[in-house]
């Protein structure tokens, strides 16, 4: 279904000349083909979830798992968009927290259907982005509260089949799109209602047919204009100015290309807690030492982005692995009068491969005392950073 090259760079160039023109006025509309090149399969596509069912085949594989996903290409050029003026909000069907890792401005961004990797508080309504996925959907009861209000109990971001779409997201998409100059739908179908339909509030005022003479598409002379792109057509396509058959990161980086814009690159951020306890031994003659490595969102999750941990205690000439979750180090200490009340625990944290990202492993020195009862540390870490500088040049 992909367009010849010289067509797709052809009408790459009418939707930047278009962007340019409507600079400020952008609406761009988002589904899950954005996501495909992060390793995530679509549904529609030609090897997508849907299309394969359709013929009787097993859904498609992940090539990554979705706390692991690194953003697109097109998830970043978004972003670079956005900084420069060019787009004033993203409209987002995917729930996979792509949007925003990649650090789109949040106050930019509607995700319609939520956001798996996020939940909320009942009272006051603060977000927290997790790393881990929420075990529930259709805004349940997550069991962890709020660090802002009195008894704040958090629920999960994700829409069942039947729920409505949130209220201010919503809202905010609509009022956006219905007075944009331009409503990009960029690796979406366009067929899950209502949300499909918030691209063409932007062309509702029809006046004539005309034959654009960049594009040779027949179109209407409307108020705003609608601009898809797409790999394999959409039955939404008679109504645009414009259609890209072609894959949404080819198409974003000539844009880009286009307008000078850089695509910023991707750099992920994680954190961690690292605590200890000290217990005196049955017999009085010393006592035991426990390391734990666990995920700073809540102990009781595991860390997605971190594959193992070496640790060192204090004098000992070698470190042991812990390459099993949730990760633990004991050591029992004999007390004859001569231990020392402190001791560095030398720590080197591997961190789990991306598809197409991955950082060396990092070091840290965790100073812990024998002499209280435990402490704990938050070590932050860039775990992941990738850059379209050879895919995309200005």
């Given at each position: 279904m992909e367009e010849e090259e010289h067509v797709v760079d052809a009408k790459a160039t009418v939707l930047a000349n278009l962007l340019s023109s409507a600079r400020g006025r952008c609406v761009v509309h988002t589904g899950a083909?954005?996501?495909?090149?992060?390793?995530?399969?679509?549904?529609?596509?030609?090897n997508g979830a849907w299309t394969r069912r359709a013929s009787g085949l097993p859904a498609p594989e992940c090539e990554t798992t979705m706390a692991l996903a690194t953003p697109t290409l097109s998830h970043m050029a978004l972003v670079g968009?956005?900084?420069?003026?060019?787009?004033?909000?993203?409209?987002?069907?995917n729930v996979d927290c792509l949007h925003v890792r990649s650090g789109l401005d949040r106050e930019r961004l509607s995700e319609l259907h939520g956001n798996c990797f996020a939940e909320s508080c009942e009272n006051c309504a603060r977000e927290y982005v997790r790393d881990f996925?929420?075990?529930t959907v259709g805004f349940k009861l997550t069991g962890r509260a709020c660090e802002d209000c009195v008894d704040g109990r958090l629920r999960d971001k994700v829409l069942d089949w039947d729920d409505p779409l949130p209220k201010k997201e919503l809202s905010l998409a609509e009022r956006d799109s219905a007075s944009a100059a331009l409503n990009l739908a960029l690796g979406s179908s366009l067929q899950i209602k209502p949300s499909c339909d918030i691209p063409f509030k932007t062309t509702r005022k029809r006046r004539r047919?005309?034959?654009?003479?960049?594009?040779?598409?027949a179109v209407d002379d409307a108020p705003g204009k609608l601009v898809?792109?797409?790999?394999?057509?959409?039955?939404?396509d008679a109504r645009a100015y414009c259609v890209i058959n072609a894959k949404c990161d080819a198409v974003m980086s000539l844009v880009c290309a286009r307008l000078g814009v850089r695509v910023p690159d991707f750099v992920r951020h994680d954190v961690l807690r690292v605590s200890h306890t000290c217990k005196a031994s049955?017999?009085?003659?010393?006592f035991t030492f426990t390391l734990r490595v666990r995920n700073a969102h809540d102990d009781r999750?595991?860390?997605?982005?971190?594959?193992?941990?070496?640790?060192r205690v204090g004098s000992e000439t070698t470190f042991a692995t812990l390459d099993r979750q949730p990760f633990t180090l004991k050591r029992t200490i004999r007390d004859d009068g001569d231990v020392?009340?402190?001791?560095?625990?030398?720590?080197?944290?591997?961190?789990q491969r991306a598809r197409d990202a991955a950082s060396p492993p990092a070091r840290r020195v965790y100073d812990a005392s024998y002499a209280n009862g435990g402490t704990s540390n938050r070590y932050s870490f860039e775990t992941y950073r990738k850059s379209y500088a050879e895919a995309h040049s200005p």
């Open positions: 083909g954005i996501s495909r090149d992060a390793g995530i399969p679509d549904f529609r596509g030609p968009l956005v900084r420069e003026g060019y787009v004033n909000r993203v409209v987002s069907c996925e929420m075990k047919r005309k034959r654009d003479e960049e594009t040779n598409d898809i792109v797409n790999l394999q057509p959409t039955c939404k049955p017999s009085g003659t010393g999750e595991s860390i997605p982005w971190l594959s193992r941990v070496e640790a020392e009340t402190k001791v560095e625990v030398e720590l080197t944290f591997y961190f």
